[in-house]
C-alpha cells in the first residue's frame, strides 16, 4: 500500500523568510515518483516539483526545491524567500511505477505568510 | 495548447437526481485521473484512466459512481441518485505518460439539497 504523511496542518511565516513543509511517504513500489502541488484558495491546483526515486540530485523549480531523503522517506518541500502569494495549501504526492500508476496525496499544510 | 478543461463548474443537485460531471483533458494526454475533494482535505483517489481503458477504479465510493473515456479523450464522471455525502469538489487531471506529473483542471463543485 502507498501512503502520503503531512503532518502539519498549518504553518505561519514571516515575508521572505524559508519555510520547509514536511512530507513523509511509504510505498513498496521500488521506482516511483514525487510530486508537490500548490492549492490557492481559488481552487486550483498547481503543479510545483517532481522528484524521481532514482534521481541523483534533489529537484529545483525556482524558489522550490525538494529535499528528497530516500533512505528516512522523506520529500521536504523548501520555499526560500517566501512571499504573500506563497498563501495557500500545499500538497505532497505520489506515483508508483508499478502496473496502475494512480497518484495519492497527502493531506496538506496550509501557510500563511505573514507580512 | 489549452489546459484540463471541466465543467460544468458548479452543479447543484437536489437528492436523488443523477448528474455528470465532464472532462476534457489536454490533447494527447494517455493518463487521465478522478479526485474527490471534501473542503479543507486532500484529494481522494476515484479512479484512472490510460487511454481508454479504465486501470483502477478503486476509489470509486459505490456502485453509484461510474466513469467512462470512451475514445481515450474526454471523460464523463456520472453519479447515479446523488447523496447529501457526495457533495465535494471533483477533480481530473492528466498526464503525458504514465510517469510525468498530472496538471488539473479547475473541478466541478457538487452540492447536493
Known amino acids: 500500500a502507498q501512503k502520503i504523511t503531512q503532518t502539519q496542518p498549518g504553518m505561519f511565516v514571516q515575508e521572505k523568510e524559508a519555510v520547509t513543509l514536511d512530507c513523509t511517504y511509504d510505498?513498496?513500489?521500488?521506482?516511483?515518483?514525487l510530486f508537490w502541488y500548490k492549492q490557492p484558495s481559488s481552487g486550483e491546483m498547481i503543479f510545483l516539483i517532481y522528484q524521481g526515486s532514482y534521481d541523483q540530485q534533489n529537484a529545483t523549480e525556482g524558489r522550490y526545491s525538494l529535499n528528497f531523503q530516500k533512505a528516512r522517506k522523506s520529500a521536504n518541500l523548501v520555499i526560500s524567500a517566501s512571499q504573500l502569494g506563497d498563501s495557500a495549501m500545499y500538497f505532497c504526492?505520489?506515483?508508483?511505477?508499478?502496473?496502475?500508476?494512480?497518484?495519492?496525496f497527502g493531506s496538506g499544510t496550509r501557510l500563511s505568510i505573514r507580512p | 495548447g489549452a489546459g484540463v478543461s471541466q465543467s460544468p463548474r458548479y452543479k447543484v443537485a437536489k437528492r436523488g437526481q443523477d448528474v455528470a460531471l465532464r472532462c476534457d483533458p489536454i490533447s494527447g494526454h494517455v493518463s487521465l485521473f478522478w479526485y474527490q475533494q471534501a473542503l479543507g482535505q486532500g484529494p481522494e483517489f476515484l479512479t484512472y484512466f490510460q487511454n481508454e481503458a479504465q486501470l483502477d477504479k478503486s476509489g470509486l465510493p459505490s456502485d453509484r459512481f461510474f466513469a467512462e473515456r470512451p475514445e481515450g479523450s474526454v471523460s464523463t464522471l456520472k453519479i447515479q441518485r446523488t447523496q447529501q455525502e457526495d457533495s465535494a469538489v471533483y477533480l481530473c487531471a492528466s498526464s503525458s505518460t504514465g510517469k510525468t506529473e498530472a496538471f488539473f483542471g479547475q473541478g466541478t463543485r457538487l452540492t447536493v439539497v
Open positions: 504526492a505520489m506515483r508508483g511505477y508499478s502496473s496502475a500508476s494512480k497518484i495519492i
Open positions: 510505498t513498496s513500489d521500488p521506482s516511483y515518483g
